[in-house]
């Protein structure tokens, strides 16, 4: 999760949040070496004493600069089209859930099962345990298996909220009256922490997102402890 001061990405714990780091280092190396080149050029033309009044226009530099930075463009582009590609990719989800934005926590259903469902709300700053965050732990969070495909149906039923685990790489609106679907695959087990990423009144800061992933027998018995209490 997120530290104090921290300058870059939380670490990823999905393949497509892993795609993302990755295309973020290579787009910033681009901004980078461009910065340096522009700035380059700045100081040579300000401390340079030479001058030539004689030229008008030059074809070759005209040419090198339309078309350098189109293949730079060509270079950003591709990656990414091909990551956007990625992140809507849903193939042969082993487990679904749909998750209900409400005014100010949220509720999950697992989808697979007959009656498996709960509310999710923040746990209260004065009754946190040791070591558990604030503003951002839930009363019941959301477990799934480890790398096992999980579509995430997403949904509100008052105002637009945004179902968003920075980790995982999935950031979703939910929209009243239209369901949406993203998947991720957790990479190793944890816990991965998200907010509500849409204002959505006065709580809109109260209402966090817990998704544990643990390995298939962990998951396995959860889900029949909680068959059994319903």
Not at 99 to 122: P, R
Request: some cysteine.
């Amino acid at each position: 999760m997120a530290h104090p001061s921290q300058l870059g990405f939380q670490d990823a714990a999905s393949p497509v949040m892993e795609e993302l780091l990755h295309f973020h280092d290579h787009a910033l190396m681009i901004v980078f070496l461009i910065s340096t080149f522009v700035l380059y050029i700045i100081v040579a033309m300000v401390t340079t004493k030479l001058t030539n009044k004689f030229i008008l226009d030059s074809q070759e530099i005209e040419i090198i600069w339309t078309l350098l930075p189109a293949i730079i463009l060509i270079l950003i582009a591709l990656p990414s089209l091909r990551i956007l590609y990625l992140m809507d990719e849903i193939n042969d989800p082993h487990l679904t859930i749909k998750a209900m934005g409400h005014q100010w926590y949220w509720s999950y259903e697992y989808t697979d099962y007959e009656d498996l469902g709960f509310d999710s709300y923040m746990i209260p700053t004065q009754d946190l345990a040791p070591g558990q965050f604030r503003l951002l732990e839930a009363d019941h969070r959301m477990v799934v298996p480890v790398e096992s495909p999980i579509r995430v149906l997403i949904s509100a039923e008052d105002v637009l909220h945004s179902w968003a685990v920075p980790s995982l790489g999935v950031k979703m609106d939910a929209v009243p009256g239209r369901l949406n679907q993203t998947a991720f695959i957790a990479s190793h087990p944890g816990i991965f922490y998200g907010q509500c990423s849409e204002i959505c009144g006065a709580n809109h800061s109260f209402m966090p997102i817990v998704v544990e992933a643990v390995p298939l027998e962990h998951f396995e018995n959860w889900s029949s402890l909680m068959l059994e209490d319903t």
